[in-house]
């Protein structure tokens, strides 16, 4: 694979690094949905849920307008709150961390494992105090977090679960699917998901959850009862999810598996791109290669030092590359250094979160994206002397 001249950015169709798949009958149903009169939460609503719930077999779901909301609620209804804390990973959307400090938690960071860039479970552990009540990973970019090891210590230590599972829809560990099993499962929906429904979300629930509770703070703490009777008993919010997003989620939902199947087909293809071309000799970190277990929401490489990753940017997107960054460490942010947290307190989520780099990874790739992605990288890295 031989390294092109750059072209002018003008003449070539730009390659973002996301776009959502929309079929047609996806579409139509929309319309069908706004025909109908009854645009917000109503049957659509009702039937993605249930289609969810068989999706993660057979589990109760409730579904919201964003995957954020959901793992604040799961927060609440486990009663998590002033003087709290939440253990999780540091190299993460800053929702994860936001809305433990939106119940009045404390968010406790355990540095990550470098090789997976998932929380490094084997540091769990020793971050529990007495204060501690729930254990929040992340399935960074779809590879699930090492579950095994982790419900191991919260049962041990009577802790709960909220898995941060916004981009995991139809990643698997050891063959179960991410969600089917375990305490608190959160799913995002938003437009760079694998599956979208614009906006939204949805919280698989453990046994022993109240589906009514969650309802309740879904929608302002209101309880019904008989023809006109109504009552408030804790204070609720604004997140239910309208029937036009539902329409669009369950369309998705129908082709999630095959999206996933396309971005294994992708990622593979990265893998054999890039081995040709001996990126990770020269320095470049690939992501694990687990093709089976993840959903391959994205797919991300390390970059050297010597390789800036702005300049790497900006000079992918003028050969027409799109890329970003998923994601800064939180703890670096200036809301979580005025909790105290500082450079160099979690150094392995630091030295990624400077230099990770995410490519264009979709369905609607052609044949030869990969391709041209790859010969891109090898130009510009090239010119840092990599």
């Avoid at 079929?23 to 289609?51: C, M």
């Avoid at 294994?264 to 990126?279: M, N, S």
């Amino acid at each position: 694979m031989s390294a092109p001249s750059q072209p002018d950015a003008a003449s070539v169709e730009f390659l973002p690094f996301t776009r959502p798949t929309i079929d047609e009958a996806t579409i139509a149903g929309v319309v069908e949905v706004l025909r109908s009169g009854w645009i917000t939460t109503g049957p659509w609503n009702t039937r993605f849920e249930q289609a969810l719930s068989e999706y993660f077999g057979g589990r109760t779901v409730r579904a919201f307008n964003s995957g954020t909301v959901t793992m604040e609620i799961a927060l609440r209804m486990l009663g998590v709150g002033e003087g709290d804390e939440v253990i999780t990973t540091p190299l993460s959307w800053v929702a994860t961390a936001n809305v433990v400090l939106a119940v009045g938690a404390r968010p406790v960071f355990v540095d990550i494992d470098p090789a997976t860039r998932n929380l490094d479970v084997a540091r769990v552990e020793a971050a529990i105090t007495p204060r501690t009540r729930v254990l929040l990973p992340v399935h960074l970019a779809g590879l699930p977090c090492e579950l095994d090891a982790l419900y191991e210590i919260a049962a041990r230590r009577g802790l709960r679960v909220l898995e941060d599972a916004a981009q995991a829809i139809g990643s698997t560990w050891r063959g179960r699917r991410v969600g089917s099993f375990g305490d608190f499962a959160s799913f995002s929906f938003h437009p760079n998901k694998n599956a979208t429904s614009i906006e939204g979300g949805c919280l698989v629930l453990p046994e022993d959850a109240d589906p009514g509770l969650a309802e309740r703070y879904r929608l302002q703490g209101v309880r019904r009862f008989g023809v006109d009777g109504m009552d408030v008993d804790l204070v609720g919010g604004k997140a239910n999810l309208t029937d036009v997003a539902a329409r669009v989620g369950w369309g998705q939902l129908q082709r999630v598996e095959e999206f996933n199947t396309r971005r294994r087909e992708l990622a593979a293809d990265y893998f054999e791109a890039f081995d040709a071309l001996r990126l990770g000799e020269r320095g470049v970190q690939l992501p694990p290669r687990s093709p089976q277990d993840s959903n391959w929401h994205m797919f991300q490489i390390v970059l050297p030092a010597q390789a800036p990753r702005a300049q790497v940017m900006e000079r992918l997107k003028a050969r027409g590359i799109g890329s970003g960054v998923h994601y800064p460490p939180i703890h670096l942010f200036s809301l979580y250094r005025k909790l105290g947290f500082a450079p160099g307190d979690f150094p392995h989520a630091e030295r990624v979160g400077a230099a990770i780099l995410t490519l264009p990874l979709f369905p609607g790739m052609r044949d030869g994206d990969i391709d041209r992605v790859a010969q891109a990288l090898d130009a510009v890295l090239r010119e840092f002397g990599v």
